[in-house]
């Protein structure tokens, strides 16, 4: 018998772990361990089950990479924890069967966690579920064993638990596609450490019978049943984003050197001390750019605090350059309390250094805790918005002071070197006329202020093309006149992570880039590749 | 009783992991230890993964820590440590 002909059908989830498999889809039937209420049973059995449980995750993590084993630990200790028990026991002893007294404890805290505005609290309710679940299998007499998946196989499940992801042998051929779950949740790190192309919250997706699949991790994908054209495009994509995968993660731990051999630093940008944990130095050759906005999110913190975020960032990165940028709020970065509300137009207001001039107090807190770090490491402290020299004076002078107060506390203390962003127009065209150390060109206002278009504004967006000439010899301009007083100079906006763009920064004299981590790889394989026919 | 406090930078706030090191590195103490998020409290028993892991406490928050008994002010210096390092040197 002949099935009517299949029906491509596509789903759009969201993307959890890259990549891109086509198979076969095996569904994982969710819920199905949950076992009927038991007899009344003993305090003991639930207490032995959880203790069993506990066990067995130990067990897991002794073949678990470091990552999963942190993962895994925290059920260890949660479900160690005899806190966690108290309220079942009591349930236990007038008369609820273990299992119902369980549901009961963990659902409070699922219930909990489910509850919170923030994401990473509430996609933590996947751990406590998991723990549930192994319980629940424990206590009913089930085990919770490894997934054993055929060739080339699909696993489409309502969610998916990490202790049971971590079990499973998984191939290169065997991808994910979750009904529910979170880019966030612990499954989907798992995924993506163990590179198990992953798409959640593909909605309410039923399949019977046999079916094929393909998974794009990348795009967040699902497709049931593909066409014969969409097989044909899965074999050619997967081919490319193999090569290109392993020729980028192979670039990124290299220097970056063009075709000709010139070498180029490749600095980071960072946003946040968590970023850190993920990134390996060695694809780095220091950090370009360390915003700050974050670190004043929940309203200025005090000295000590910064300085702590300073030193932290110092030592991830040895002895390399941390460029340190003074709060940078303002224009489409509002932050209450700080920026002015009801300006007519924040990008030409009170934004950047113009409003830590106008918030003398709390910059002043901010240069203390920098000059302090400068004493630990290699610290460069870059001033936003710069537009005149008497600004860079201003600052200084704020520096002199700042100096002055640490060392009458006898706090221990360097001035480290001050550079500027070149953002306005009129301080690209002037930059022999500022007294710094060195400057970053800060692409993403630089273009919006001298093409007179809104990078917010999709409107305009098409006029806001870095490779209008009028641009073009802006950046010339900046580099020469750079060049001449033998300035340090970098640039840290969208451009230097666009790898399209990598010929014209380099073309116009560019030689230091600073970007997002993520895209080291394929901006320093633009760099190979510049100039076209150049080197060997 | 010892007494410290100490803005918790750590991106995720004190989530499943942190918590892990932190309630491990107070069992290591004798004394009796508690944490809250506020100075008024309430006071959370911080050697309970359970009860510090339902603070959910976000990042940016200032963390308080109060402890009794014979090494009371080497368990705050300790975990007023942890919790500036970043969690990073905590018990393994």
Known sequence: MN???????????????????????????????????????????????????????????????????????????????????????????????????????????IADFEASTDDYFRHRSGDLRDMRARVLALLAGDDIGPLRLPERAILLADDLEPSRFLATPWGTNHAIALRGGSPTAHVALLARARRVPMVVGVGDVAVHGECTAIVDGSKGTLVLEPDEDQVAGFARTRARLAATQIDEAAAAVRPARTASGERVDVLLNIASLGELAAIDPAICDGIGLVRTELLFAQGPPDEESQLAYYERILRWAGARPVIVRTLDAGGDKPMPGVTIDGEGNPFLGVRGVRLSFAAPDLFKVQLRALLRAAAAGNLRVLVPMITAAEEVQRVRALLAQAAAELAARGVPHAMPPLGIMIEVPAAALALDTFAVDFASIGSNDLLQYTMAAARDNPAVTPLTDPRHPGFVRLLQTIVQSAAARTLPLSLCGDLAAQPEHIPLLLSAGLRTLSMPAAAVGAVKRAIAAWPAGGGD | MAHGQVLLLHAAGLHARPVVTLTKLAKTFASRIHIANDVQGPWIDAKSVVKVMSMKTPANSRLFFRAEGTDADAAVAALVTLVNNDFLGGPE
């Open chain 1, 3 to 109: 099935a009517p002909p299949a029906r491509a059908r596509l789903f759009a989830g969201q993307p959890a772990a890259p990549g891109l498999v086509l198979g076969r889809v095996v569904q994982l039937a969710n819920g199905a361990r949950t076992s009927a209420p038991g007899p009344a049973g003993s305090e003991r059995e639930l207490v032995q089950a959880v203790a069993e449980a506990a066990s067995q995750l130990r067990d897991l993590m002794t073949r678990c990479a470091a990552e999963a084993r942190k993962i895994l630990e925290f059920q260890v200790e949660f479900l160690s924890d005899p806190v966690l028990l108290e309220p079942a026991q009591e349930a236990i002893a007038t008369g609820t069967d273990a299992s119902t007294a369980w549901r009961a404890v963990i659902d409070v805290h």
